[in-house]
């Protein structure tokens, strides 16, 4: 009998030794296309620098672009202006995730208010987020609250958009079926609506991290009273002072910033669509 359990624990052992390379080769397969891709953006820049199709004291070298990023991470002036629009950001996006989650299932549930704002959620998602910051301005001056309004109306509506759409997507079937199971109320958007709805209701969150991740930098470009210290601050900042390696520089770092996002909502796609067996194993 030992002998059988040490063969046994013998046998696992191999297989999570077999199944290490293979995990390796799945995060390589996932990273070496974003490592190709940065290279090629990186060759032609540099290509373009070197062939000087653009004056160089207005598209520098990336050598340049990314020394200029890393002296301002040493002065620290980018861990702070980090922090500021981060703070924003995630302020903004967390009263729109609430605001939008609301309405949603406002609207979803209750035919009256379809009717009544149904089509002017869509109306309000497609309008740019640019052309809100005038009414903005006038409402709350140049403060960080007409940043926040813009942000707000950016998000919510995809968000709620999505809400809508994955609770008008759940099958008649699954509905039937929670309330012969004796799912009601709560109950039935809980174990029935809400996982069935989830896949729709993520791609609203992304969306809605899209408008307002671009609300806020419009804002920060665009409402510079606030002071400089910010991303989008630190970019116009450098605009104003003809630094074309700042400018890039605070360019590539709201690249980042959104790409880091990005990863996670993609992390939570595919947890989503592996656990409804959409993902080949």
């Given at each position: 009998?030992?002998v059988?359990t040490l063969?046994?624990?013998?046998?696992l052992?191999?297989?999570e030794r077999q199944?290490e390379?293979?995990r390796l080769?799945?995060?390589?397969g996932?990273?070496w296309?974003?490592?190709?891709?940065?290279?090629?953006?990186?060759a032609?820049?540099?290509?373009?620098?070197?062939?000087e199709?653009?004056?160089?004291?207005?598209?520098p070298?990336?050598a340049?672009?990314?020394?200029?990023?890393?002296?301002r991470?040493?002065?620290?002036?980018?861990?702070k202006?980090?922090a500021?629009?981060?703070?924003r950001a995630?302020?903004?996006?967390?009263?729109?995730l609430?605001?939008?989650?609301?309405l949603?299932?406002?609207?979803a549930?209750?035919r009256?208010l379809?009717?009544?704002?149904?089509?002017?959620i869509t109306?309000l998602?497609?309008?740019p987020?640019i052309?809100?910051?005038?009414?903005?301005i006038?409402l709350?001056?140049?403060?960080?609250q007409?940043?926040f309004?813009?942000?707000?109306?950016g998000?919510?509506p995809s968000?709620?958009?999505g809400?809508?759409?994955g609770?008008?997507y759940v099958?008649?079937?699954?509905?039937?079926?929670?309330?012969?199971?004796g799912?009601?109320g709560?109950?039935?958007?809980w174990?029935?609506?809400?996982?069935?709805?989830?896949p729709?209701?993520v791609?609203g969150?992304?969306?809605g991290?899209?408008?307002?991740w671009?609300?806020?930098?419009a804002g920060?470009l665009?409402i510079?009273?606030?002071?400089k210290?910010?991303?989008?601050?630190?970019?116009?900042l450098?605009?104003?002072?003809?630094d074309p390696?700042g400018v890039i520089?605070?360019?590539?770092v709201?690249?980042l910033f959104?790409l880091?996002v990005?990863?996670?909502f993609s992390k939570?796609?595919r947890?989503?669509?592996n656990?409804?067996g959409?993902?080949?194993?």
């Open positions: 009998m030992a059988d063969s046994g624990l013998d046998a052992e191999l297989a199944s390379p293979s080769l799945r995060i390589w996932t990273i296309p974003k490592l190709a891709a940065l290279a090629i953006a990186l032609f820049w540099q290509l373009a620098f070197v062939l199709l653009r004056p160089s004291y207005t598209l070298s990336p340049e672009a990314f020394t200029e990023l890393a002296e991470a040493q002065r620290g002036e980018l861990w202006g980090i500021i629009t981060a703070r995630a302020m903004g996006y967390g009263f729109s609430i605001l939008g989650v609301g949603g299932l406002a609207v549930r209750v009256v379809r009717v009544a704002i149904g089509s002017m109306a998602q497609t309008m987020s052309a809100w910051f005038p009414l903005a006038l709350f001056g140049l403060t960080e007409a940043i309004f813009v942000v707000v109306l998000a919510a968000i709620a958009n809400v809508i759409a609770i008008d099958p008649p079937l699954f509905l039937r079926a929670g309330r012969n199971l799912a009601r709560l109950k039935l958007y174990y029935i609506i809400a996982p069935a709805a989830l729709s209701f791609s969150l992304k969306q991290w899209a408008f307002s671009r609300s806020l930098m920060e665009i510079v009273g606030l002071g210290t910010s991303l989008g601050g630190q970019l116009t450098a605009r104003e002072l003809i390696p520089a605070m360019m590539i709201i690249l959104g880091v990005d990863y996670f939570a796609d947890l989503i669509r656990r409804w959409l993902i080949e194993q």
